[in-house]
């Protein structure tokens, strides 16, 4: 039996592989991911960045453990027709003790609607963790929303300054 060269077979398969892969990367930097929980700005900047691109079961992880809404199927019907949320904050500063941490973070929201409309809240969330020093053990509990408090605004996004908490 005749051997045949080893470039003469795998190049077609490279070729295949190679053509393949290449709208998988194409797809791959069109998609986009936020997760930073490293302020309680930045963890309600996460929570909307997920809820505008419907990445539902995302934005719910960010509430701590016995805060979530009960019901996640109404809880993400409530945002079926949000199309993209901006937010501005407020002032906040930690109020730690007793080996956990708090912060009152006064917010104004902007809720863009799948028809163009917009409606602006304001409000504030209620943020929790617990100190690093004190999380001994797994699983590791990082920074979450225990609670929101918003309200609809007559005012527009651009008029209206986040109150305090």
Not at 59 to 75: R, V
Not at 126 to 148: E, F, R, W
Request: with cysteine; net charge neutral.
């Amino acid at each position: 039996m005749p051997k045949v060269p080893y470039f003469t077979l795998t190049t077609p398969v490279l070729a295949l592989v190679f053509l393949c892969a290449v709208p998988g990367l194409a797809a791959s930097q069109q998609w986009t991911y936020m997760d930073d929980r490293s302020s309680p700005q930045k963890l309600v900047e996460s929570y909307y960045y997920a809820i505008s691109n419907r990445y539902y079961v995302q934005a719910y992880s960010y509430f701590q453990s016995g805060a979530a809404p009960e019901a996640f199927d109404k809880w993400s019907q409530g945002y079926a027709d949000t199309k993209s949320v901006s937010v501005k904050f407020g002032s906040t500063a930690p109020d730690p003790g007793a080996g956990q941490i708090y912060w009152a973070l006064p917010v104004v929201i902007e809720a863009i609607r799948s028809d163009g409309t917009s409606k602006v809240y304001t409000g504030c969330y209620k943020i929790h963790m617990t100190n690093l020093g004190m999380q001994t053990d797994p699983p590791y509990q990082p920074m979450g929303i225990v609670s929101a408090s918003l309200k609809e605004s007559s005012t527009s996004f651009k008029e209206t300054s986040p109150g305090s908490c």
